[in-house]
């Protein structure tokens, strides 16, 4: 226990959250801080081309084998069910409409990046391992809780035949399939896969180094965009953030288990972990506002993107990584 | 300079809804439109001018330029298409050099 809370604090003050806690206090008190829009685009790319890369030279050493094939298994099957159990909580607990309820619930299948990027920089600080093939996961797990957000509003829409129909449109299925984060973090991750160690040293004097510090840049943004949104929560009301609170703590407890049942690392376990519990706010929102636009956006948003990302970013990647050291392999 | 009469289009939408409006136009027979990407401003749904990570609090300001008949039909178009979105649409008159190109 004093090893956990030693660890939660060693994160709190490390120089991502820092950053991002600045971000948040500048945006909240409405300074004119602001990271340019095109800036912050690179940067996120940058994050995804590193995290693919990574991903697929360690994959490249470690050769492949049944469980990557099991594993990405797992990850669709996570994005897929866990919106299931995210609207049935919502239909129980709060009074929000079907549209609402599936819209969110779609975000909790799907995953953040930023905070599964953050999670690996807090294993390699602690020199803790974890399975290439781990980045694949996360590029896998970002659309299909699209589809299951959609069936479950479809099917709660009932027999209004052409809000059945739209649902599904061409534009929402090619975001599913051609998204831009999931292209660039699967074409560098197989890149990574194919050119390896050599690839790795040409690739690295940008993407090793200088990972740490663009990461805590981007958090900085990430906070603006977080302090910004903190107006909305009377929006979003209590009963909404703590779902978002404890929505990945049910998450969490989900992947840990599946990954610890295929016999993942402490870091693997760690890490489908966070990919089970953070919740999406770039591709889930606007595939939603094209499927569903009666549902509000300011309350899917608000609670993706200023509830459960702090709340992963700060406490539950160390939680997560604490469970994980207990039930995982030694 | 002899100039020719057109109507002018603009439609400010929220990012998400754009690619929707722009194959309308096209289909509506316009042979071209101008996209200004993140404009900000105030309206019925508050400030907007969150251009940053998701499409959904950006809006684009569209302007076209058509023949009477075709912004009439861009116009009655656009109606369905913005029923749950942020949007402004407004039509005045212009005077264009180049009468082909609209």
């Known amino acids: 226990m004093a090893d956990l809370i030693q660890i939660a604090a060693g994160n709190f003050l490390s120089p991502m959250v820092l950053f991002f806690?600045?971000?948040?206090?500048?945006?909240?008190?409405?300074?004119?801080?602001?990271?340019?829009?095109?800036?912050?685009?690179?940067?996120?790319?940058?994050?995804?081309?590193?995290?693919?890369?990574?991903?697929?030279?360690?994959?490249?050493?470690?050769?492949?084998?049944?469980?990557?094939?099991?594993?990405?298994?797992?990850?669709?099957?996570?994005?897929?069910?866990?919106?299931?159990?995210?609207?049935?909580?919502?239909?129980?607990?709060?009074?929000?409409?079907?549209?609402?309820?599936?819209?969110?619930?779609?975000?909790?299948?799907?995953?953040?990046?930023?905070?599964?990027?953050?999670?690996?920089?807090?294993?390699?600080?602690?020199?803790?391992?974890?399975?290439?093939?781990?980045?694949?996961?996360?590029?896998?797990?970002?659309?299909?809780?699209?589809?299951?957000?959609?069936?479950?509003?479809?099917?709660?829409?009932?027999?209004?035949?052409?809000?059945?129909?739209?649902?599904?449109?061409?534009?929402?299925?090619?975001?599913?399939?051609?998204?831009?984060?999931?292209?660039?973090?699967?074409?560098?991750?197989?890149?990574?896969?194919?050119?390896?160690?050599?690839?790795?040293?040409?690739?690295?004097?940008?993407?090793?180094?200088?990972?740490?510090?663009?990461?805590?840049?981007?958090?900085?943004?990430?906070?603006?965009?977080?302090?910004?949104?903190?107006?909305?929560f009377g929006q979003v009301g209590k009963q909404l953030v703590m779902f978002g609170i404890y929505m990945p703590l049910i998450g969490a407890a989900i992947g840990m288990a599946a990954a610890a049942a295929i016999g993942l690392s402490v870091g693997g376990i760690t890490l489908v972990a966070v990919l089970a519990a953070s919740a999406s706010y770039i591709v889930v929102p606007a595939a939603m506002r094209l499927s569903l636009p009666q549902a509000n956006p300011a309350i899917y948003v608000t609670l993706s993107l200023a509830v459960t990302f702090p709340f992963n970013l700060a406490v539950g990647i160390p939680l997560y990584h604490a469970i994980a050291g207990m039930i995982g392999p030694a | 300079m002899q100039l020719h009469p057109k109507k002018r289009i603009e439609i400010v939408v929220e990012a998400s809804c754009a690619p929707s409006i722009l194959e309308m136009i096209e289909a509506a027979g316009a042979k071209g439109y101008t996209v200004l990407q993140d404009v900000s401003g105030k309206g019925n749904r508050g400030i907007r001018d969150d251009s940053h990570l998701t499409d959904v609090f950006r809006n684009v300001l569209i302007i076209v330029i058509a023949t009477e008949e075709i912004a009439h039909e861009i116009i009655n178009n656009s109606q369905p298409l913005l029923e749950n979105y942020a949007g402004i649409v407004t039509m005045s008159d212009v005077d264009v050099v180049r009468d082909e190109h609209f």
């Open chain 1, 21 to 232: 806690a600045l971000g948040v206090a500048a945006g909240y008190v409405q300074s004119d801080l602001t990271i340019p829009e095109p800036i912050s685009k690179a940067l996120s790319l940058y994050l995804m081309l590193a995290i693919g890369f990574k991903g697929g030279v360690a994959l490249a050493s470690s050769g492949i084998d049944s469980m990557v094939a099991v594993a990405l298994t797992v990850a669709i099957g996570l994005s897929l069910f866990l919106p299931v159990i995210a609207f049935s909580l919502l239909r129980a607990v709060t009074s929000l409409d079907s549209r609402n309820a599936a819209a969110i619930a779609a975000h909790y299948g799907s995953v953040s990046i930023v905070t599964f990027v953050a999670a690996t920089s807090f294993l390699e600080y602690r020199q803790v391992p974890y399975e290439g093939f781990l980045v694949a996961m996360l590029a896998v797990m970002e659309t299909p809780a699209i589809i299951t957000g959609l069936l479950l509003a479809r099917r709660s829409l009932g027999q209004a035949s052409s809000d059945r129909e739209s649902v599904f449109s061409p534009q929402v299925l090619r975001q599913v399939f051609l998204c831009g984060s999931v292209v660039l973090l699967a074409g560098s991750f197989m890149i990574g896969w194919t050119t390896g160690d050599g690839g790795m040293q040409i690739m690295a004097p940008l993407l090793k180094e200088p990972f740490q510090a663009v990461l805590a840049i981007f958090l900085l943004d990430m906070g603006l965009l977080v302090g910004k949104r903190l107006g909305d």
